[in-house]
């Protein structure tokens, strides 16, 4: 372990409103501006200076300073995802309605998985599935993940049941392993830019910060490192011998290594050469590296609910698996997920090639229309998004742009991801989510055009309420 | 709020081992030896006292210190339910493994359930349930709710869906809503005995206390009361006029009330006149009474994973649906409990009756047998289980003697739960729960009959490894 500076992880003093990511959060938002950091005891004054002063009023004081701070994180969803909520684009009903490109979903593969999910052997209700079982999960489903991961990790042995805990999904793994883990108040670092959810998952309960990898002094102690692998948002991938880096680097600080690969069956070009860390020879610290998987990506199902834990380390397996009854998932669920994963050949030779196939289309079809407008964007071949260097559109090139040029495009119909969700240093970034169906990501991208080419009704003249005063949260 | 002297809601300094309930925790226990009401920051040497100090050693250096108090309560669960686990009964395989009547399950209605959840309209699978959703719950569930509430709890006026979230089961919302509502070290009032899992609940993630009613000074701060209704272990039911008395006692000290009527319908003798506080023609303070109901009991299936809250507080009701991204529970199923309660017909003339039928024969069946025995007890006709007053059995009336006896029980291959573990303020009761088939609980009871009349194999030489040792917990 060691210490970084305190100032330095902070959270901003100056709230940037609203917020623009909704993956893990869809409903509320994913506000990143790195609140947690904050301690949760603070009181009511300390609070005001990170949302609308009227959210935070004496109308809440039913809640505990935490419960507010904790409702404020939905609230301050509002402007983005409840935006979108209450005008979806939909082709017949709503063609003006808003185009999201902002929440990372996989809406490509549905009517495969409706219809591998009817059939037959998923409808099984029997007694034992009906009643408390394993909290770490039933071993039915334990041995499937196990066989499922050791597959398609390449893990070089057999991985264990007895090593994975299944939960429903991601956001309660990184909310359990942080209390596990840490003190209230200590840190994990994590390379920036991030899937900044992270940041609310590992704090509403933990009470946990993030450390940003760009950070190098000292003051608060950090626990552990976070690899998001493939990357997000930038769609990167880890070399092994980046992965071995990394690794070693922890090991040498003592430090735990949460590995989320989530998006490790959603690599669509094949050139990547994606490697899990469970696919290593030997894991330097296999007793503090924890792997994390989850249907929501690379099985499109965010609404399903289902994620799974995998570590050598048997004492944080139990101490994951005792906050698992507040993380549980229903019996008949995990039967229909150890169906699922044991299903190889529907897998291999059905749904990962089509919903590839589908991936790289969609991805082919946005980078190209963003070549086609002389926009610079990264991205890997991994993941359902890329990361999109709208730098030019900010004259002063400050984030208070960042959040205006993000609001033209809320104005005008379409749902994106901005830097600074991400920790991204820079301003002007974005991150476009392509994993929808064409005639949705088309309308998505004329919409985008029109703002950039300032042609968009709003563009040139903002209502007031769409200015960039924090306490615009409600719209 | 007021306050309670910090002592009397201590733990106690003394460890009573392992423990004996089962309920919400299943396959590791429910100690309820009061050790949350510690502060979860404390050291690795305090923690000392409360369990097994092998089991807190260097091996767990990994985890936290609240990790370690969280998985402390994990291994300590051990004796009971993992004894348990590893002989479960079974009338043709293990005909000598042992009977659980500690457990409150309902196993009675498998059969009808099973059919029910088989049917056609449960197998829908279409995108919106495998996308991310509303985190209080898509809006069909939770009119559907609203509407079951307003029938089943009589409600005076029609509830609405707005003050519905629901959520991965009961143990979920004790956990939200300690965090919202209290800040870290503050306490529930409850009344006791009660199902002690709920200590464990507020405290895991919110380091919550609970307070006894039998307590009555001042020192710490109260910010709310728990009403179990039915009451859980006695099976007793609060009248109008009570429920009235609690609320405006409530009221008038400015605490919430989360009343949980997990066993609502439960009730299996009409004579009993159950009233939900939802039936209430005026609550006295409506933002501070919170109610809970869930599909475990009342439905049997623990397994289902199924809780909601009601509350006519917004701030509450979104603080809570902040934390459900943790617990959430997936599009599918909420789609067949969607169906499920919406489906009156069936639930009005097939299952209730049938299932209020079995409870009461089942409770008939052990009732009687208890009565043979000359065995005294309590029971008013609600719930899966019965008071049973063993005191006699105890020669000098201890604690310690309480514990003995109920290994005594587990050694003759039956599982109670103990009077300690609800912080009962006597020595020698235990709750034995009736909702089974008749040949276990048959079998269950004669075992018992076995330990009283000191006919069991080993009551009369209680190997070394039995002793009430407080380290003697991996049994």
Request: some cysteine; charged content about 25%; overall charge negative.
């Amino acid at each position: 372990m060691f210490t970084l500076p305190q100032k330095d992880f902070r959270a901003p003093t100056t709230c940037l409103g609203p917020t623009c990511m909704q993956d893990l959060g869809s409903s509320h938002g994913e506000d990143l501006e790195g609140e947690c950091s904050r301690k949760l005891d603070q009181k009511l004054p300390e609070l005001r200076g990170v949302g609308d002063p009227a959210m935070i009023s004496s109308d809440t004081s039913y809640l505990s300073s935490r419960g507010r701070m904790i409702k404020w994180f939905w609230d301050s969803a509002e402007e983005g995802y409840r935006t979108y909520h209450m005008d979806e684009y939909d082709e017949d009903k709503n063609p003006s309605g808003i185009i999201n490109l902002g929440t990372s979903e996989n809406k490509l593969c549905f009517d495969l998985l409706s219809w591998r999910l009817s059939q037959r052997d998923m409808q099984r209700v029997e007694p034992s599935l009906l009643q408390y079982a394993d909290w770490r999960g039933h071993l039915f489903l334990r041995e499937e993940v196990a066989k499922f991961l050791s597959f398609y990790c390449k893990s070089p042995v057999p991985l264990r049941p007895e090593n994975v805990v299944v939960l429903n999904g991601g956001a309660s793994l990184f909310s359990a392993l942080a209390t596990v883990l840490c003190e209230a108040g200590e840190a994990f670092l994590i390379p920036t830019p991030y899937y900044g959810a992270i940041t609310q998952h590992v704090c509403l309960y933990g009470n946990i910060r993030l450390a940003y990898v760009y950070l190098d002094s000292e003051g608060v102690k950090v626990k552990g490192l976070i690899l998001i692998s493939p990357q997000n948002p930038l769609g990167d991938v880890y070399s092994p011998e980046e992965l071995q880096e990394y690794l070693v680097f922890a090991k040498r600080h003592r430090l735990h290594v949460i590995v989320d690969e989530v998006y490790m069956l959603s690599v669509f070009e094949k050139s990547v050469g994606y490697r899990s860390v469970l696919s290593l020879e030997r894991l330097p610290d296999p007793q503090r590296t924890h792997v994390m998987w989850a249907t929501s990506k690379d099985f499109g199902m965010s609404g399903l609910r289902f994620g799974t834990l995998y570590t050598e380390n048997q004492d944080v397996a139990t101490a994951v698996a005792s906050l698992c009854r507040y993380h549980g998932l229903s019996g008949l669920v995990q039967y229909q997920m150890a169906q699922l994963l044991r299903d190889r050949d529907w897998i291999n030779q059905v749904y990962l090639p089509e919903n590839h196939a589908r991936l790289k289309a969609a991805h082919t079809y946005v980078s190209e229309e963003l070549r086609a407008l002389g926009i610079p964007f990264l991205s890997r071949g991994a993941g359902f998004f890329i990361w999109v260097d709208l730098r030019k559109y900010l004259p002063k090139g400050t984030f208070e742009e960042e959040m205006l040029l993000w609001r033209r495009f809320l104005d005008n119909k379409v749902l994106l991801s901005f830097g600074k969700a991400f920790e991204c240093k820079e301003p002007g970034w974005f991150r476009f989510v392509f994993s929808d169906q064409v005639h949705r990501l088309c309308l998505g991208m004329q919409r985008v055009q029109q703002v950039l080419a300032g042609k968009s009704q709003v563009a040139e003249d903002p209502r007031p309420s769409q200015s960039q005063e924090p306490s615009d949260q409600r719209r």
